[in-house]
C-alpha cells in the first residue's frame, strides 16, 4: 500500500510530462481507452462509497475506497507501458482523485459518526474535502519541481486510507460512529490540514522495488499476504495511521528548528531547498564517478 502511494503521484507526473513533450501537430480527436477507462473505475468506486454510506453500508464504503486506490494505481503505469500518456488523461485522473479521495471519504465520514454533530459534523468533513482539493491542485502546480524522495504534505489516498480504515474497523468491531463523533471529528480535520501542511512523507522512491532479495523476504511477503487477508481492517488502520504521523516525526528530525514554514506555508525556508539541493548534488556526483569507473575499466 505504501509503495502504491510513493508511484501514484509519479505516474501522473510522467503521463502529464509525456504528453507536454511530445505535442501532436494536429488534435486529436479522440482518447485512449484503457488507462481512462481505469480512471473511471476508480471514480466509480470513489462515487459508490458515497451512495453506500448513505445507505448505511459503511463497511462497503470503506473497501470501495481502497479498491479505488488500486485503480488509481493502475491507470498511471497502464498509461507508461502502452504509451497512452495523454493531458487529457492526467486531467480526468486528477478529477477521479478529488472525488474518490477527497468527497468520498468526507462524506463517508460525515454519515458515519459526524451527521449527529450538527456544524462541527459537516464543517470537519468539508475541511477534509478543501483539503484534499488543495493538496491535488498544489501538486499539479509543482510537477517536475519538488523533491521526489518526500511528499510535501500527506497524499490524498493516504489520508482517504486513514479515514476509509477507521470506519472499516469500526464496522468490523459493530461501533456506532455517532458515539465517538467528536473524535472522529478531529482525525477528520487533522487529516485534512496534513494534506496541505509542509510535512514531508517519505516517497519511498529511493527503494529498489526491481533488485533481487534474500528468500527470507519472500517469505515475510507471504507472511504480510495471510495477516492482511485475517485482519485487513486493523492493519490497514495501523499502517496509514503511522504513515500520516511520520510526516511532523519525519519533518522535525529532518530540521535543526522547526518552523512555521515547515508546518505551513509556501515553504520557502532555505533548509529544505539546502538540503535538496546537496543530495541533487551528491547523486550527481556518484553518477559521474560511476561513469568515471566504467569508461577506465572499458580501457583497461
Not at 501537430?25 to 481512462?36: A, D, F
Not at 491507470?75 to 478529488?98: C, I, K, L, P, W
Not at 490540514?193 to 529498489?208: A, G, I, Q, T
Request: no cysteine; aromatic share 12%.
Amino acid at each position: 500500500m505504501i509503495n502504491y502511494i510513493a508511484n501514484q503521484e509519479d505516474d501522473l507526473y510522467i503521463r502529464r510530462m509525456s504528453s507536454n513533450q511530445s505535442p501532436s501537430p494536429t488534435p486529436s480527436r479522440g482518447i485512449y481507452l484503457l488507462p481512462n477507462l481505469l480512471t473511471t473505475a476508480g471514480l466509480f468506486s470513489g462515487f459508490f462509497a458515497v451512495v453506500s454510506s448513505m445507505n448505511g453500508h459503511f463497511e462497503s464504503a470503506a473497501v470501495a475506497i481502497f479498491i479505488a486506490m488500486i485503480f488509481d494505481g493502475l491507470d498511471g503505469r497502464v498509461a507508461r507501458m502502452t504509451n497512452t500518456q495523454s493531458e487529457f488523461g492526467a486531467e480526468y485522473d486528477s478529477m477521479a482523485d478529488m472525488v474518490s479521495f477527497g468527497i468520498a471519504p468526507g462524506l463517508v465520514a460525515y454519515n458515519w459518526a459526524l451527521s449527529g454533530m450538527g456544524k462541527f459534523g459537516w464543517l470537519a468533513a468539508f475541511v477534509f474535502v478543501a483539503g484534499a482539493a488543495l493538496r491535488l491542485a498544489r501538486f499539479n502546480t509543482q510537477v517536475g519541481v519538488a523533491d521526489k524522495r518526500y511528499f510535501q504534505g500527506l497524499a490524498s489516498p493516504a489520508a482517504a486510507g486513514v479515514i476509509a480504515s477507521l470506519v472499516w474497523a469500526g464496522t468490523e468491531y459493530e461501533i456506532t460512529g455517532q458515539d465517538f463523533g467528536f473524535v472522529m471529528g478531529l482525525i477528520t480535520i487533522i487529516t485534512g490540514l496534513l494534506m496541505v501542511s509542509n510535512f514531508r512523507y517519505n516517497s519511498f522512491k529511493e527503494v529498489d522495488w526491481k533488485g533481487k532479495v534474500n528468500f527470507i523476504v519472500v517469505l515475510l511477503i507471504v507472511l504480510v499476504f495471510v495477516i492482511v487477508a485475517s485482519s485487513p481492517a486493523e492493519l490497514l488502520t495501523v499502517i496509514f495511521v503511522l504513515y500520516a504521523a511520520s510526516g511532523p516525526i519525519t519533518t522535525i528530525r529532518s530540521v535543526k528548528k522547526l518552523k512555521l514554514e515547515h508546518v505551513v506555508g509556501d515553504d520557502q525556508d532555505a533548509e529544505f531547498k539546502q538540503e535538496a539541493f546537496k543530495t541533487s548534488n551528491s547523486e550527481n556526483a556518484k553518477k559521474a564517478n560511476e561513469n568515471v569507473d566504467s569508461d577506465v575499466k572499458d580501457k583497461d
